[in-house]
């Protein structure tokens, strides 16, 4: 099982932008889809981003379809999160997550379709 490291949260105001990454703990990305979620206090768990294990193909919520971007960073080994034009409402705890898939070109949007899981960082946007 992948030991997932996620970093990058903070407070923002309205309209910033942010730039979350997650990095695996002694493995590579390169056989590993990967996707980030989120949760806001009382709701549960939902997706936000994917992105497949040779990096080719992604999935995005449709409320942060064009503002947010996921990418993988092979040399770095790590997976990131381009957050812009944040609103209030995308405040939450997110989470990485991560499922081997050595075939390449699927991405996975719902949880119990990964097995590998970061322990979240904090968003915070202010209006």
């Known amino acids: 099982q992948v030991q997932l490291v996620e970093s990058g949260g903070g407070l923002v105001q309205a309209g910033d932008s942010l730039r979350l990454s997650c990095a695996a703990s002694?493995?590579?990305?390169?056989?590993?889809?990967v996707g980030w979620f989120r949760q806001a206090p009382g709701k549960e768990r939902e997706f936000v981003a994917a992105i497949s294990s040779n990096g080719e193909n992604t999935g995005y919520a449709d409320s942060v379809k064009g503002r947010f971007a996921i990418s993988k960073d092979g040399a770095k080994n790590s997976v990131h999160l381009q957050m812009n034009s944040l609103k209030p409402e995308d405040t939450a705890v997110y989470y990485c997550?991560?499922?081997?898939?050595?075939?390449?070109?699927?991405?996975?949007?719902?949880?119990?379709?990964?097995?590998?899981w970061g322990q979240g960082t904090q968003v915070t946007v202010s209006s």
């Open positions: 002694g493995r590579t990305f390169n056989s590993y889809a």
């Open positions: 997550a991560a499922r081997y898939f050595y075939s390449g070109s699927r991405y996975f949007m719902k949880t119990d379709e990964y097995n590998g």
